[in-house]
């Protein structure tokens, strides 16, 4: 059980992936049949803001300000000051993924944006440091690496699914006129 939980913990940003992933099934299980597309989208990119951005940040933050020479060790890294400047940009990063996950269109394309120069720098970095000095601990060249190229692709992909399902509730309730009906539509 503790090999598990070290991996859980220390493939942090795949791990709340999961987590996100899982909480959303169980919201969709939980809702009315038919399930509309946006109602799937809108499940899966509230979780994702709220695991992989909101809490996976938060808990970067944790260890890089509070416990930086471990996270330093973990990565393959001298502990430095700078460790505590990662962890208050991830801290901002956190807060954002956590209001935008009931925020609109154009805060959760701040959410997805910011944490994707963050983690596509990071994955350059990481690469950097694998040729450079060769570093291959967990920390650079393992899921981190990974997560930190595959993650903002996946939340770019939920950004243009949400606006492809709300162009489409949109044309659904909107009258000849191109006005929204008394139903009304739903807006990003």
């Given amino acids: 059980m503790e090999g ?4 859980a913990l220390s493939n ?4 709340f992936l999961i987590l996100g992933l899982a909480a959303s099934a169980a919201s969709l299980l939980r809702s009315p049949r038919p399930i509309r597309g946006a109602v799937a989208v809108e499940a899966v990119f ?3 803001l709220f695991f992989s951005i909101g809490i996976s940040f938060f808990y970067n ?3 890089h300000v509070f416990f930086g020479e471990m996270a330093a060790r973990f990565i393959g890294w001298a502990d430095s000051p700078f460790q505590a400047e990662v962890g ?3 801290l901002g990063i956190s807060l954002l993924g956590f209001l935008a996950c009931r925020g609109s269109f154009d805060l959760r394309l701040a959410a997805i944006i910011v944490p994707a120069a963050f983690l596509w720098g990071a994955a350059v970095g990481h690469v950097q440091q694998m040729v450079v000095a060769h570093n291959f601990e967990p920390g650079n060249a393992g ?3 990974y997560t930190d190229i ?3 692709l996946f939340g770019f992909g939920l950004l243009a699914a949400q606006r492809h399902y709300g162009r489409a509730d949109r044309r659904a309730t909107s009258g000849p006129d191109g006005a929204a009906s008394i139903h009304g539509g739903n807006s990003f």
């Avoid at 598990?4 to 991996?7: A, D, L, S």
């Fill in 4 to 7: 598990i939980i070290r991996y």
């Fill in 12 to 15: 942090f940003t795949l791990t």
């Fill in 46 to 48: 509230r979780y994702f």
């Fill in 61 to 63: 933050f944790v260890m």
């Fill in 88 to 90: 208050y940009a991830s």
């Fill in 143 to 145: 899921a981190i690496f």
């Fill in 150 to 152: 595959f993650l903002p």
